[in-house]
């Protein structure tokens, strides 16, 4: 999207989590509303989850910001972003890998979208 910024990718940290043998119990905790989410709102991926392995995960998209009024903290489809994009000046956004299976979750990227000023940290 064109006004995509302050990105973190959480990919490497869910590995870790993943390799840890005392992990299973702690990712595989996904809450009710989240599987929910994830069943009727998520997008499906090509990607198996990489706790069971049986089923492939599905992303979850979350917006967050100020001024977006009953639609914060909502689940969206990516089609939706492209809109949400142009109306407001800073949309957060959280897109969370859940197996609808073994329940596993894992916030795999934040960013920020919106119309608002460009980030000038690190510029000169």
Avoid at 64 to 93: C, F, N, P, Y
Wanted: hydrophobic share 30%; charged share 25%; glycine share 10%.
């Amino acid at each position: 999207m064109w006004s995509q910024r302050r990105v973190v990718d959480d990919g490497l940290s869910a590995r870790g989590v993943v390799r840890d043998p005392r992990s299973p119990g702690e990712v595989c905790d996904a809450q009710p509303f989240l599987l929910h989410a994830a069943r009727y709102l998520g997008e499906p991926t090509e990607r198996l989850c990489p706790v069971c392995g049986r089923r492939n995960v599905t992303n979850v998209t979350y917006v967050d910001g100020d001024r977006l009024g009953r639609h914060t903290g909502q689940a969206k489809a990516t089609s939706d972003l492209v809109e949400m994009d142009h109306d407001d000046d800073e949309i957060r956004v959280y897109v969370v890998e859940v197996c609808q299976g073994c329940s596993r979750n894992h916030m795999t990227v934040s960013l920020v979208l919106g119309n608002g000023p460009p980030d000038l940290v690190g510029r000169e």
